[in-house]
């Protein structure tokens, strides 16, 4: 079955830092990959997606690519907010399933 | 607006009990889930649905149950609940479609098993 691996957290970094969080998949068929972030009390919202090889998927800064021949989709932020503080979680599934497969999520946490 | 809501927010309950967690979406989607999060585990996907009357198992279903009787609520039971059944839960759903589209998340629902 499909199934996600996530770096561990917490990472934390100084504002403006560079973001790096890795995530790669297996998974059969025709993959569909996306990225969740949870904030603080809350339920998860969509960041991005990607849904076909080489695809990038983009929003508020921040950016994945879906890498078919490594299996990867590593979210990266130049420039990090202490707004960005968060759990970010990755996420596999398939055309047909509509089940989301979701990592052990990674909580950043940014410092002014 | 549409939305999706949970109730109640904060429960407390004793082991052996039967504990009904709501889920309630106004978007009209076919699919609905629920997943738990537990430190360590993220989110993992005790049951979902794809329609009225469709109901199916996810990873750790074992202790959980759900019907499906119209399209906007999916609620989840306890039978008779553990101490390990303790943590947050959550609800989500989603159109159906040749390819997934975005899950909408409801806040959560935080259950301790005493």
């Known amino acids: 079955g499909n199934s996600v691996t996530q770096m561990e957290g917490p990472v934390t970094l100084s504002e403006e830092a560079f973001l790096t969080i890795n995530c790669t998949y297996t998974?059969?068929?025709?993959?569909?990959l996306f990225w969740y972030v949870q904030y603080p009390g809350e339920g998860l919202q969509l960041l991005l997606k990607?849904?076909?090889?080489?695809d990038k998927g983009s929003n508020k800064g921040f950016e994945a690519t879906y890498r078919k021949e490594t299996t990867s989709f590593h979210l990266e932020k130049g420039s990090v907010q202490v707004s960005d503080s968060a759990v970010y979680f990755c996420?596999?599934?398939?055309?047909?399933?509509?089940?989301?497969?979701f990592g052990t999520g990674t909580r950043l946490k940014v410092l002014a | 607006d549409a939305e999706i809501t949970q109730s109640p927010r904060h429960k407390i309950t004793e082991t052996g009990r039967q504990v009904t967690l709501a889920c309630h979406q106004t978007w009209n989607h076919n699919n609905m889930f629920w997943y738990r999060q537990d430190l360590g585990h993220g989110l993992r996907l005790i049951h979902y649905s794809y329609g009225v009357q469709d109901t199916n198992k996810g990873e750790v279903s074992d202790g959980y149950s759900v019907s499906r009787s119209n399209t906007e609520d999916l609620p989840l039971t306890l039978e008779s609940a553990a101490s390990s059944q303790t943590s947050v839960y959550f609800c989500?759903?989603?159109?159906?479609?040749?390819?997934?589209?975005?899950?909408?998340f409801g806040e959560g629902s935080r259950l301790t098993v005493l």
């Open positions: 989500a759903s989603g159109s159906g479609g040749p390819s997934p589209g975005e899950l909408f």
């Open positions: 990607a849904t076909k090889a080489d």
């Open positions: 996420a596999v599934t398939t055309s047909g399933t509509y089940k989301y497969i």
């Open positions: 998974a059969t068929g025709y993959p569909s």
